[in-house]
């Protein structure tokens, strides 16, 4: 088709891709196709402008088996790839690994971009076309809009995300089915869309067609609300950008401890941007977390916690507010043998025996203790649990271990992160802090022993 007249769309649609800067020479795309319309139609226009653009066309299809007849859909695309002479690639979701409660479209959306992202760089591609369009554009802003999820809501779909490339935002529904009709091209319609319980479908038949048989400017008006909430987004980005050097007290993988002053000094807005920008999340967050976080960082007592998306949580603590991405996952006793070092993938653990004594060392991560007064052949690490008790090295009697903590000024989260080391039921170590006195070297002590826990 390198020779054929392109027509309107066509035409439209291949200087955008050119114009937008990002479609070199050579490169290899992966067009998203469902079998709808929408994405039939993404298709079939790129394979009529893909010798133009010089690059490479593969379809990849993923049947989410969520419909009775999706194979129909599978079939569709696959035969007419073949009639194109595109390249096929057919990936299958499976419905049982849906969690209970997760709603259906959030399943098949994030599985579906996992199952793309995974084939692009299996194929090497550079990157996934997607065929969402003008009116997908408005339904999303109008239900950000709903959440009050603010101005990154207002941005709605991304043009580019990633190596995601949405190239039909700038068409209108109704050009895209004039396009389909003029060209004949097969299409399957899901019944879903129908469903007018689903908030999108609601938006689409109930405000959104109404509307634009009164305004035919609609797509390109929500365009421009989309350019300039952009536009404002960016600007606050760079404004967070600006003040995060002087907000982050200490920085360590997935932490941040942020002063507490400056933070509380920064205007609502700008404060949610730079915690999303600190966590990197692109997804628009709703009403609740804003009004949540503004009345949280105003009123949190020490030792409060405000939960955020993805598993992130803020925590104040003393005159900082501490920002960390909590791990989803069951620490487990680990039993530890002498001279065997343990990578736990959080924390290297050493138990040497062949040591002698050495000078005192300020470093809290490497202890020396007697030999002799460890009783088991093999050592515990778990973490530690509430009511432990040890005593304290230079201590007189006992402590529990969340008092002991406390006094030390541990955060909530470090203290969810404490592993203490245990000689049967004896704790002999609060890792990283402080031995039990119980194990301490004295001028009677023949034989070392050196304990080594670095996270």
Not at 103 to 109: D, I, K, L, V, Y
Not at 195 to 211: A, G, Q, T
Not at 350 to 370: A, G, H, M, P, Q
Request: hydrophobic share 40%; aromatic share 8%.
């Amino acid at each position: 088709m390198k020779n054929s007249v392109l027509n309107q769309f066509e035409q439209s649609l291949f200087e955008a891709l050119l114009n937008g800067d990002r479609i070199r020479l050579g490169q290899q795309i992966i067009t998203a196709v469902s079998g709808g319309k929408d994405s039939m139609t993404l298709l079939y226009s790129m394979s009529r402008i893909a010798d133009r653009l010089n690059v490479k066309i593969n379809v990849v299809h993923v049947n989410h088996h969520l419909r009775h007849n999706s194979n129909n859909d599978q079939i569709l695309v696959d035969k007419f790839c073949t009639q194109l002479k595109i390249n096929f690639i057919l990936d299958h979701l499976d419905p049982a690994t849906k969690l209970k409660g997760e709603s259906p479209e959030s399943w098949a959306r994030n599985h579906r971009y996992a199952a793309l992202e995974r084939i692009r760089k299996e194929i090497d591609a550079d990157w996934i076309f997607t065929a969402h369009h003008g009116n997908d554009q408005i339904e999303t802003i109008l239900f950000h809009l709903s959440q009050g999820t603010g101005i990154s809501g207002l941005r709605g779909i991304h043009d580019n995300q990633g190596h995601i490339l949405r190239p039909m935002l700038c068409f209108s529904r109704s050009d895209i089915d004039q396009y389909a009709a003029e060209m004949n091209i097969p299409w399957v319609d899901d019944s879903s869309n129908l469903d007018e319980s689903i908030p999108r479908n609601n938006l689409r038949h109930n405000v959104i067609k109404p509307w634009e048989r009164s305004n035919p400017d609609l797509v390109s008006a929500f365009h421009e609300i989309s350019e300039h909430a952009k536009d404002a987004n960016e600007a606050l980005q760079f404004a967070a950008n600006l003040l995060i050097p002087d907000i982050i007290k200490q920085k360590n993988d997935n932490l941040f401890s942020l002063d507490g002053e400056q933070l509380r000094a920064i205007p609502p807005l700008l404060r949610t941007i730079l915690l999303r920008e600190l966590i990197g999340t692109t997804e628009p967050w709703r009403r609740f977390i804003h009004n949540g976080l503004r009345t949280f960082i105003a009123n949190a007592k020490i030792g409060q916690i405000y939960r955020l998306p993805d598993n992130w949580q803020l925590l104040k603590d003393r005159k900082q507010f501490i920002l960390k991405k909590i791990k989803v996952q069951q620490k487990k006793p680990i039993v530890v043998s002498p001279d065997i070092e343990v990578n736990s993938g959080d924390f290297i653990f050493i138990w040497k025996t062949d040591t002698r004594l050495e000078s005192f060392s300020v470093n809290r991560d490497t202890e020396l203790i007697d030999a002799n007064k460890i009783n088991c052949q093999t050592l515990t690490l778990r973490p530690w649990l509430p009511g432990d008790r040890f005593h304290p090295f230079g201590m007189a009697g006992t402590k529990k271990i969340s008092d002991y903590l406390i006094d030390e000024k541990v955060d909530l989260y470090t203290k969810g992160n404490q592993w203490v080391l245990v000689d049967g039921e004896k704790i002999i170590w609060v890792c990283g802090r402080r031995i039990n006195d119980e194990v301490k070297i004295t001028d009677k002590t023949t034989d070392y022993a050196k304990l080594i826990f670095k996270q």
